[in-house]
Every structure is written in C-alpha cells, then in structure tokens.
C-alpha cells in the first residue's frame, strides 16, 4: 500500500514536500516515482528514483525544482517542490515498481491514493 501525504494551498514561488510511505512492500527492492493528473488533463510523469537512489529521472516541466529522494530505512520517497507555479496544481500520485525507472504510467504496478497540490497565483 502507497499513502501520499504532504499536500495543500500554496502560493506561487512557495514550497511544499511530498511523502509517500508504503506497507506490504520490500521498499528497497522498488524503484518510486510520482505522476500528476490536473484537472482536465491526462495523467502526467513528475520523476522517478531507482531502488538504491542513485537513478532519477524528471519531468522537463519540473527539472530543477522538484527533488525525489527515498529513506529505505523508513520505507519512505518524497517529492520536495520548490518554486511553484500554478500549473503545477494537480493531484499526485505516488507509484512503485519492482523493476522500472521510466515516463510510462503503464510501467508501474502500484499506485497510491493522490494528495492535492493546489498552487494560487
């Protein structure tokens, strides 16, 4: 099980940090990522971190605001967010997979439940 928290209003230039805690996982063993879904849009990949975290990959759209990192010792990723802009304001999605670091949401077996960002202008 994913469970995504860390959501909320924020203004535009603001910070907020996604969590992302999972049970019934070997966490170590899966590589995690986070997608977003705004309103009216397909859903869309954010980033994505290996097993051992030494592998990221991020969204064009993101890259060199938003960080992902994971504490295998709390069997926790997050998604730090800086600098954002209202058109970051979507539902996230954590992911985990036991063997995929890519852009496709097919790619991935489990997802948790979104927390919203909503970010005012």
């Known amino acids: 099980q994913l469970q995504a928290s860390g959501g909320g209003l924020v203004q535009a230039g603001g910070s907020l940090r996604l969590s992302c805690a999972t049970t019934g996982l070997s966490f170590s063993r899966y590589d995690m990522g986070w997608f977003r879904q705004a309103p009216g849009k397909e859903r869309e990949f954010v980033a994505v971190i290996s097993d051992n975290g030494r592998t990221t990959y991020y969204a064009d759209s993101v890259k060199g605001r938003f960080t992902i990192s994971r504490d295998n010792t709390k069997n926790t990723v997050y998604l730090q967010m800086n600098s954002l802009k209202p058109e970051d304001t979507a539902v996230y999605y954590c992911?985990?997979?036991?063997?995929?670091?890519?852009?496709?949401?097919?790619?991935?077996?489990?997802w948790g439940r979104g927390t919203l960002v909503t970010v005012s202008s």
């Open positions: 992911v985990a997979d036991r063997d995929y670091v890519g852009r496709a949401s097919g790619g991935y077996d489990y």
